[in-house]
Protein backbone atom coordinates (compact mmCIF):
# COMPACT_ATOMS: atom_id res chain seq x y z
CA UNK A 1 0.00 0.00 0.00
CA UNK A 2 2.60 2.34 -0.46
CA UNK A 3 2.06 4.05 -3.74
CA UNK A 4 -1.10 5.19 -1.65
CA UNK A 5 1.13 6.69 1.39
CA UNK A 6 2.99 8.04 -1.54
CA UNK A 7 0.11 10.11 -3.35
CA UNK A 8 0.26 13.54 -3.39
CA UNK A 9 -2.02 16.01 -1.66
CA UNK A 10 -0.97 19.58 -3.05
CA UNK A 11 -0.07 19.08 -7.05
CA UNK A 12 -0.80 16.15 -9.22
CA UNK A 13 -4.10 13.93 -9.73
CA UNK A 14 -5.81 15.34 -6.04
CA UNK A 15 -5.48 18.74 -6.84
CA UNK A 16 -6.88 18.10 -10.41
CA UNK A 17 -10.12 15.93 -9.03
CA UNK A 18 -10.75 18.82 -6.28
CA UNK A 19 -10.92 21.39 -8.87
CA UNK A 20 -13.24 19.52 -10.98
CA UNK A 21 -15.45 18.68 -7.70
CA UNK A 22 -15.37 21.46 -6.12
CA UNK A 23 -17.00 24.02 -8.83
CA UNK A 24 -19.13 21.28 -9.92
CA UNK A 25 -20.17 20.07 -6.32
CA UNK A 26 -20.91 24.28 -6.08
CA UNK A 27 -23.03 24.17 -9.22
CA UNK A 28 -25.28 21.60 -8.41
CA UNK A 29 -26.40 22.88 -5.24
CA UNK A 30 -27.07 26.28 -6.60
CA UNK A 31 -29.02 25.14 -9.85
CA UNK A 32 -32.73 25.57 -9.13
CA UNK A 33 -34.73 22.45 -10.24
CA UNK A 34 -38.61 23.21 -11.01
CA UNK A 35 -41.42 24.22 -13.58
CA UNK A 36 -39.47 27.58 -13.90
CA UNK A 37 -38.51 29.46 -17.02
CA UNK A 38 -34.26 29.41 -17.95
CA UNK A 39 -34.71 33.18 -17.31
CA UNK A 40 -35.98 32.74 -13.58
CA UNK A 41 -33.32 30.01 -12.63
CA UNK A 42 -30.77 31.97 -13.74
CA UNK A 43 -32.28 34.39 -11.53
CA UNK A 44 -32.48 32.36 -8.55
CA UNK A 45 -29.47 30.48 -9.30
CA UNK A 46 -27.85 34.19 -8.92
CA UNK A 47 -29.86 35.12 -6.56
CA UNK A 48 -28.77 31.96 -4.23
CA UNK A 49 -24.91 32.41 -5.47
CA UNK A 50 -24.76 35.67 -3.86
CA UNK A 51 -26.77 35.14 -0.75
CA UNK A 52 -24.87 32.10 0.74
CA UNK A 53 -21.87 33.62 -0.12
CA UNK A 54 -22.10 36.62 2.18
CA UNK A 55 -24.23 35.01 4.81
CA UNK A 56 -21.06 32.38 4.82
CA UNK A 57 -18.53 35.03 5.15
CA UNK A 58 -19.98 36.74 7.63
CA UNK A 59 -20.22 33.15 9.66
CA UNK A 60 -16.96 32.57 9.24
CA UNK A 61 -15.67 36.41 10.27
CA UNK A 62 -18.07 35.95 13.44
CA UNK A 63 -16.89 32.46 14.12
CA UNK A 64 -12.89 33.68 13.42
CA UNK A 65 -13.54 36.61 15.88
CA UNK A 66 -14.85 34.24 18.63
CA UNK A 67 -11.77 31.84 18.46
CA UNK A 68 -9.52 35.05 18.56
CA UNK A 69 -11.15 37.47 20.80
CA UNK A 70 -13.47 35.02 23.06
CA UNK A 71 -11.72 31.92 23.53
CA UNK A 72 -8.73 33.11 22.73
CA UNK A 73 -8.04 29.59 20.97
CA UNK A 74 -5.16 31.10 18.48
CA UNK A 75 -3.02 34.28 19.80
CA UNK A 76 -3.18 35.61 16.07
CA UNK A 77 -5.31 35.94 13.46
CA UNK A 78 -5.50 33.17 11.02
CA UNK A 79 -4.49 34.13 7.28
CA UNK A 80 -7.03 36.05 5.14
CA UNK A 81 -6.17 32.40 2.32
CA UNK A 82 -7.06 30.48 4.79
CA UNK A 83 -10.70 32.58 6.06
CA UNK A 84 -11.23 32.83 2.00
CA UNK A 85 -11.39 29.37 1.99
CA UNK A 86 -13.22 28.55 4.87
CA UNK A 87 -16.39 30.41 3.14
CA UNK A 88 -16.88 28.11 -0.02
CA UNK A 89 -17.71 24.83 2.51
CA UNK A 90 -20.02 27.22 4.69
CA UNK A 91 -22.00 28.22 1.66
CA UNK A 92 -22.39 24.34 0.48
CA UNK A 93 -23.78 23.48 4.19
CA UNK A 94 -26.34 26.26 3.51
CA UNK A 95 -26.79 25.24 0.40
CA UNK A 96 -27.34 22.08 1.01
CA UNK A 97 -29.61 22.60 4.07
CA UNK A 98 -31.89 24.70 1.31
CA UNK A 99 -31.62 21.43 -0.91
CA UNK A 100 -32.64 18.85 1.31
CA UNK A 101 -35.42 20.61 2.20
CA UNK A 102 -37.04 21.26 -1.20
CA UNK A 103 -36.35 17.63 -2.07
CA UNK A 104 -38.13 15.80 0.36
CA UNK A 105 -41.14 18.57 0.54
CA UNK A 106 -41.91 17.27 -2.73
CA UNK A 107 -42.34 13.74 -1.20
CA UNK A 108 -41.58 10.45 -2.32
CA UNK A 109 -42.10 11.05 -6.01
CA UNK A 110 -39.22 13.39 -6.20
CA UNK A 111 -36.98 10.65 -5.09
CA UNK A 112 -35.73 12.28 -1.89
CA UNK A 113 -32.86 9.84 -1.22
CA UNK A 114 -31.61 10.10 -4.71
CA UNK A 115 -31.10 13.51 -4.28
CA UNK A 116 -30.14 13.56 -1.26
CA UNK A 117 -27.10 11.23 -1.73
CA UNK A 118 -26.15 13.48 -5.11
CA UNK A 119 -26.17 16.69 -3.03
CA UNK A 120 -23.96 15.48 -0.27
CA UNK A 121 -21.68 13.91 -2.91
CA UNK A 122 -21.73 17.65 -4.52
CA UNK A 123 -21.17 19.12 -0.75
CA UNK A 124 -17.84 16.92 -0.25
CA UNK A 125 -16.77 17.79 -3.58
CA UNK A 126 -16.82 21.33 -2.03
CA UNK A 127 -15.31 20.79 1.24
CA UNK A 128 -12.04 18.62 -0.37
CA UNK A 129 -11.30 21.62 -2.86
CA UNK A 130 -10.75 23.80 0.26
CA UNK A 131 -9.56 21.53 2.66
CA UNK A 132 -6.62 20.87 -0.38
CA UNK A 133 -6.27 24.90 -0.39
CA UNK A 134 -5.43 25.14 3.17
CA UNK A 135 -3.49 22.33 3.34
CA UNK A 136 -1.44 24.07 0.07
CA UNK A 137 -1.59 27.04 2.32
CA UNK A 138 -0.09 25.63 5.19
CA UNK A 139 2.50 23.27 3.10
CA UNK A 140 2.32 20.75 6.06
CA UNK A 141 0.96 17.62 4.91
CA UNK A 142 2.67 17.06 1.29
CA UNK A 143 1.48 13.25 0.88
CA UNK A 144 -1.19 10.86 2.61
CA UNK A 145 1.84 9.21 4.40
CA UNK A 146 2.12 13.37 6.05
CA UNK A 147 -1.14 13.63 6.79
CA UNK A 148 -1.45 9.61 8.49
CA UNK A 149 1.53 10.06 9.83
CA UNK A 150 2.69 6.69 8.89
CA UNK A 151 6.23 7.70 7.62
CA UNK A 152 6.84 9.50 11.00
CA UNK A 153 5.80 6.37 13.05
CA UNK A 154 8.11 4.24 11.41
CA UNK A 155 11.48 6.29 12.68
CA UNK A 156 13.14 4.24 15.02
CA UNK A 157 14.13 4.85 18.19
CA UNK A 158 17.83 6.29 18.96
CA UNK A 159 19.86 3.06 19.15
CA UNK A 160 23.26 2.41 21.61
CA UNK A 161 25.20 2.38 19.04
CA UNK A 162 24.38 5.92 18.19
CA UNK A 163 24.51 7.26 21.17
CA UNK A 164 27.90 8.67 22.64
CA UNK A 165 30.44 5.67 24.43
CA UNK A 166 30.76 6.30 28.48
CA UNK A 167 33.12 8.53 29.60
CA UNK A 168 35.36 11.07 27.77
CA UNK A 169 33.89 11.17 23.77
CA UNK A 170 35.87 9.52 21.08
CA UNK A 171 35.11 12.77 18.19
CA UNK A 172 38.17 14.64 16.72
CA UNK A 173 37.49 18.11 16.18
CA UNK A 174 35.76 18.81 13.05
CA UNK A 175 38.72 21.02 11.88
CA UNK A 176 41.08 18.07 11.84
CA UNK A 177 38.20 15.61 10.67
CA UNK A 178 38.51 14.08 7.16
CA UNK A 179 35.55 12.87 5.29
CA UNK A 180 36.48 9.41 4.51
CA UNK A 181 35.33 7.09 1.43
CA UNK A 182 31.84 5.39 1.81
CA UNK A 183 30.12 7.59 3.65
CA UNK A 184 26.21 7.22 3.27
CA UNK A 185 24.58 9.61 0.70
CA UNK A 186 22.03 10.82 3.42
CA UNK A 187 21.39 11.21 7.08
CA UNK A 188 19.49 9.61 9.12
CA UNK A 189 16.14 10.12 11.36
CA UNK A 190 15.84 8.72 15.11
CA UNK A 191 13.32 9.66 17.96
CA UNK A 192 14.20 10.02 21.51
CA UNK A 193 12.41 10.51 24.88
CA UNK A 194 14.15 13.67 26.86
CA UNK A 195 13.64 13.90 30.27
CA UNK A 196 12.69 17.10 32.37
CA UNK A 197 15.10 16.13 34.98
CA UNK A 198 15.77 19.74 36.30
CA UNK A 199 12.37 21.05 35.04
CA UNK A 200 9.83 18.13 35.66
CA UNK A 201 8.33 19.28 32.42
CA UNK A 202 7.07 16.65 30.38
CA UNK A 203 7.62 16.99 26.22
CA UNK A 204 6.30 14.67 23.56
CA UNK A 205 9.64 12.91 21.98
CA UNK A 206 12.07 14.60 20.00
CA UNK A 207 13.47 13.89 16.48
CA UNK A 208 17.04 13.93 16.08
CA UNK A 209 18.88 14.00 12.42
CA UNK A 210 22.13 12.54 12.50
CA UNK A 211 24.23 13.79 9.16
CA UNK A 212 26.32 11.73 7.20
CA UNK A 213 29.82 12.27 8.86
CA UNK A 214 27.96 11.11 12.36
CA UNK A 215 28.57 7.71 10.58
CA UNK A 216 31.63 7.67 10.16
CA UNK A 217 35.05 6.46 12.56
CA UNK A 218 36.17 8.35 14.32
CA UNK A 219 32.79 10.80 14.10
CA UNK A 220 33.86 14.40 14.22
CA UNK A 221 32.25 16.65 16.61
CA UNK A 222 29.53 18.23 14.79
CA UNK A 223 27.52 21.18 15.97
CA UNK A 224 23.96 21.19 17.19
CA UNK A 225 20.86 22.86 15.81
CA UNK A 226 17.60 22.54 18.16
CA UNK A 227 14.54 23.13 16.62
CA UNK A 228 11.12 23.82 17.59
CA UNK A 229 7.62 24.10 15.86
CA UNK A 230 4.66 26.27 15.68
CA UNK A 231 1.67 26.11 17.82
CA UNK A 232 -0.88 24.12 17.80
CA UNK A 233 1.56 21.64 16.35
CA UNK A 234 3.99 18.81 16.92
CA UNK A 235 7.99 18.14 16.17
CA UNK A 236 6.91 15.98 13.72
CA UNK A 237 6.16 18.93 11.79
CA UNK A 238 9.65 20.36 10.78
CA UNK A 239 9.90 16.66 9.74
CA UNK A 240 6.55 17.31 6.91
CA UNK A 241 6.12 20.22 6.44
CA UNK A 242 9.64 22.03 6.93
CA UNK A 243 11.21 18.77 4.99
CA UNK A 244 13.50 18.81 7.21
CA UNK A 245 15.30 15.61 6.21
CA UNK A 246 15.51 16.56 2.26
CA UNK A 247 16.87 20.21 3.70
CA UNK A 248 19.83 19.06 5.71
CA UNK A 249 20.73 16.49 2.84
CA UNK A 250 21.38 18.36 0.63
CA UNK A 251 23.48 20.88 2.99
CA UNK A 252 25.71 17.94 4.05
CA UNK A 253 25.94 16.43 0.34
CA UNK A 254 27.29 19.83 -0.26
CA UNK A 255 29.73 20.07 2.61
CA UNK A 256 31.40 16.46 2.67
CA UNK A 257 28.67 14.92 4.51
CA UNK A 258 28.79 17.66 7.51
CA UNK A 259 25.61 19.00 8.91
CA UNK A 260 24.25 19.87 12.05
CA UNK A 261 23.02 17.29 14.30
CA UNK A 262 19.71 18.70 14.97
CA UNK A 263 17.22 17.65 17.26
CA UNK A 264 14.08 19.00 17.19
CA UNK A 265 12.35 19.49 20.74
CA UNK A 266 8.38 19.68 22.22
CA UNK A 267 8.41 22.77 24.37
CA UNK A 268 4.35 22.72 24.97
CA UNK A 269 3.89 18.66 26.07
CA UNK A 270 0.43 18.72 23.71
CA UNK A 271 -0.57 19.95 20.19
CA UNK A 272 -2.81 22.34 22.21
CA UNK A 273 -0.53 23.35 24.63
CA UNK A 274 1.41 26.85 25.05
CA UNK A 275 3.77 27.12 26.97
CA UNK A 276 5.47 30.09 25.62
CA UNK A 277 9.18 28.51 26.49
CA UNK A 278 8.83 30.56 30.11
CA UNK A 279 9.26 29.59 33.72
CA UNK A 280 5.61 30.67 34.71
CA UNK A 281 2.59 29.24 36.26
CA UNK A 282 1.70 27.32 33.11
CA UNK A 283 5.04 25.05 33.22
CA UNK A 284 9.09 25.36 33.75
CA UNK A 285 9.39 25.18 30.06
CA UNK A 286 12.81 27.30 29.73
CA UNK A 287 14.62 25.28 32.38
CA UNK A 288 13.57 22.61 29.97
CA UNK A 289 14.65 24.00 27.08
CA UNK A 290 17.66 25.65 28.35
CA UNK A 291 18.93 23.10 31.20
CA UNK A 292 17.37 19.87 30.55
CA UNK A 293 17.96 19.67 26.51
CA UNK A 294 21.36 20.85 25.97
CA UNK A 295 22.37 18.30 29.26
CA UNK A 296 20.66 15.47 27.00
CA UNK A 297 22.18 16.07 23.79
CA UNK A 298 25.66 16.48 25.67
CA UNK A 299 25.46 13.54 27.41
CA UNK A 300 23.63 11.47 24.92
CA UNK A 301 25.25 12.87 21.07
CA UNK A 302 28.35 13.09 19.71
CA UNK A 303 28.40 16.65 19.37
CA UNK A 304 30.98 19.57 19.98
CA UNK A 305 30.57 20.79 23.82
CA UNK A 306 31.41 24.06 22.87
CA UNK A 307 28.32 25.86 22.75
CA UNK A 308 29.67 28.63 20.18
CA UNK A 309 28.83 25.31 17.82
CA UNK A 310 25.08 25.41 18.67
CA UNK A 311 22.06 27.57 17.45
CA UNK A 312 18.51 27.61 18.09
CA UNK A 313 15.50 28.02 15.02
CA UNK A 314 11.84 27.44 14.68
CA UNK A 315 9.15 28.52 13.42
CA UNK A 316 6.12 30.93 14.16
CA UNK A 317 5.94 29.66 17.86
CA UNK A 318 8.88 28.02 17.49
CA UNK A 319 10.84 31.20 15.99
CA UNK A 320 9.41 33.18 19.29
CA UNK A 321 10.91 30.45 21.29
CA UNK A 322 14.06 30.31 19.11
CA UNK A 323 14.16 34.50 20.08
CA UNK A 324 14.11 33.72 23.88
CA UNK A 325 16.09 31.25 24.20
CA UNK A 326 18.95 33.19 21.95
CA UNK A 327 18.04 36.55 24.23
CA UNK A 328 17.83 34.64 27.65
CA UNK A 329 20.68 31.78 27.34
CA UNK A 330 23.10 33.20 24.81
CA UNK A 331 25.58 31.29 26.29
CA UNK A 332 23.85 28.09 25.35
CA UNK A 333 22.40 28.99 21.89
CA UNK A 334 24.14 32.06 20.90
CA UNK A 335 22.59 31.76 17.33
CA UNK A 336 19.20 31.81 16.37
CA UNK A 337 17.33 30.91 13.04
CA UNK A 338 13.27 32.95 13.40
CA UNK A 339 11.13 31.67 11.06
CA UNK A 340 8.32 33.81 11.33
CA UNK A 341 8.96 34.68 14.73
CA UNK A 342 5.69 36.61 16.84
CA UNK A 343 6.80 39.70 18.38
CA UNK A 344 6.46 38.70 21.58
CA UNK A 345 5.09 35.18 23.26
CA UNK A 346 1.48 35.25 23.43
CA UNK A 347 -1.35 32.92 24.62
CA UNK A 348 -4.07 35.13 23.06
CA UNK A 349 -4.56 38.18 21.13
CA UNK A 350 -5.16 40.27 23.89
CA UNK A 351 -2.02 41.24 26.13
CA UNK A 352 -3.91 40.74 29.18
CA UNK A 353 -5.18 37.21 28.89
CA UNK A 354 -1.59 35.98 27.91
CA UNK A 355 -0.58 38.20 31.45
CA UNK A 356 -2.99 36.98 33.39
CA UNK A 357 -2.72 33.07 32.42
CA UNK A 358 0.59 33.23 32.37
CA UNK A 359 1.77 35.26 35.11
CA UNK A 360 -1.11 36.17 37.54
CA UNK A 361 -1.39 39.86 35.63
CA UNK A 362 1.91 40.86 36.87
CA UNK A 363 2.71 42.63 33.51
CA UNK A 364 6.60 43.22 34.91
CA UNK A 365 7.28 39.84 35.49
CA UNK A 366 5.80 38.80 31.99
CA UNK A 367 7.66 41.95 30.20
CA UNK A 368 10.78 41.26 31.97
CA UNK A 369 10.98 37.80 30.03
CA UNK A 370 10.31 39.31 26.83
CA UNK A 371 12.98 39.40 23.41
CA UNK A 372 11.95 43.31 22.81
CA UNK A 373 12.50 43.90 26.77
CA UNK A 374 15.98 42.11 27.17
CA UNK A 375 17.39 43.23 24.60
CA UNK A 376 16.93 46.61 25.62
CA UNK A 377 18.53 45.53 28.90
CA UNK A 378 21.50 44.11 27.78
CA UNK A 379 24.60 43.71 24.69
CA UNK A 380 24.57 40.83 22.57
CA UNK A 381 28.25 41.37 20.91
CA UNK A 382 29.04 38.04 19.45
CA UNK A 383 26.15 36.92 19.18
CA UNK A 384 23.80 36.24 15.56
CA UNK A 385 19.99 35.98 14.39
CA UNK A 386 19.02 34.78 10.87
CA UNK A 387 15.07 36.36 10.42
CA UNK A 388 13.37 35.10 7.78
CA UNK A 389 9.29 35.85 6.91
CA UNK A 390 6.50 35.21 4.20
CA UNK A 391 6.30 38.30 1.65
CA UNK A 392 2.40 37.40 1.84
CA UNK A 393 2.08 37.64 5.65
CA UNK A 394 2.27 41.29 6.57
CA UNK A 395 1.86 41.00 10.10
CA UNK A 396 4.85 38.73 11.04
CA UNK A 397 7.22 40.89 8.14
CA UNK A 398 6.25 43.65 10.62
CA UNK A 399 7.59 41.40 13.38
CA UNK A 400 10.66 40.86 11.77
CA UNK A 401 11.23 44.35 10.95
CA UNK A 402 10.47 45.39 14.81
CA UNK A 403 12.58 42.73 15.96
CA UNK A 404 15.86 43.11 13.52
CA UNK A 405 15.87 46.70 14.51
CA UNK A 406 16.00 45.77 18.02
CA UNK A 407 18.64 42.54 17.79
CA UNK A 408 21.19 45.21 15.46
CA UNK A 409 20.81 47.51 17.93
CA UNK A 410 21.63 45.69 20.76
CA UNK A 411 24.79 43.95 19.23
CA UNK A 412 23.78 41.41 17.12
CA UNK A 413 24.95 40.31 13.81
CA UNK A 414 21.41 40.20 12.13
CA UNK A 415 20.17 38.85 8.31
CA UNK A 416 16.92 39.07 7.04
CA UNK A 417 14.94 37.19 4.66
CA UNK A 418 11.58 37.52 2.86
CA UNK A 419 10.48 34.58 1.38
CA UNK A 420 9.04 34.74 -2.26
CA UNK A 421 5.28 33.56 -2.66
CA UNK A 422 4.78 31.93 0.80
CA UNK A 423 2.74 33.59 3.39
CA UNK A 424 2.50 32.05 7.28
CA UNK A 425 3.18 28.62 6.55
CA UNK A 426 5.73 26.03 6.57
CA UNK A 427 6.62 27.09 2.95
CA UNK A 428 8.26 29.62 4.74
CA UNK A 429 10.26 27.41 7.37
CA UNK A 430 11.29 25.02 4.59
CA UNK A 431 12.43 27.50 2.14
CA UNK A 432 14.53 29.68 4.66
CA UNK A 433 16.28 26.57 6.58
CA UNK A 434 18.84 26.74 3.17
CA UNK A 435 19.43 30.19 3.83
CA UNK A 436 19.70 29.82 7.58
CA UNK A 437 22.62 26.99 7.55
CA UNK A 438 24.54 28.98 5.27
CA UNK A 439 24.21 31.28 7.83
CA UNK A 440 25.31 29.31 10.47
CA UNK A 441 28.09 27.53 8.55
CA UNK A 442 30.08 30.88 8.08
CA UNK A 443 29.96 31.29 11.48
CA UNK A 444 30.69 27.55 12.04
CA UNK A 445 33.63 27.12 9.68
CA UNK A 446 32.05 24.65 7.49
CA UNK A 447 33.65 24.36 4.41
CA UNK A 448 31.98 23.66 0.92
Known sequence: MDFIEDIRLVDGPVLWFAWAAGPAGLAYLLWRRGNVSRKQRGLGTAASALASALLAAALVAGVHWLLIYVFSVFPAVLPFDVL???????AAVLLLALHLRRSWRAGPAAQPWRKTAAALAAFLGVLTLSAVQINDYFGLNHTVSDLTGTAVARIQPLEDGLKRAAGASTAVSLARWQAPAGLPDGGQLRRAPIPGTASGFQSREAYVYLPPAYFSSPRPALPVLVLFSGQPGAPADWLTGGA??????????????VAPVTVVVDPNGSAAGNTMCMDSRIAQADAFLSRDVPAWISGTLDVDPDHRQWAVGGFSFGGTCAMQMVTRHPETYPVALAFSSEQEPAI???RDKTVEASFGGDAEAFDALTPLRVMTERRFEGEAIYFAAG???????????????AARAAGFTVQTRSIADAGHSWAT???????GLDFLAKRWGIQP
Open 84 to 90: AWSVPPV
Open 244 to 257: LRNRMDRFASAHHG
Open 348 to 350: AKE
Open 391 to 405: VRDPEFLGYMDVLSA
Open 429 to 435: ASSGLPG
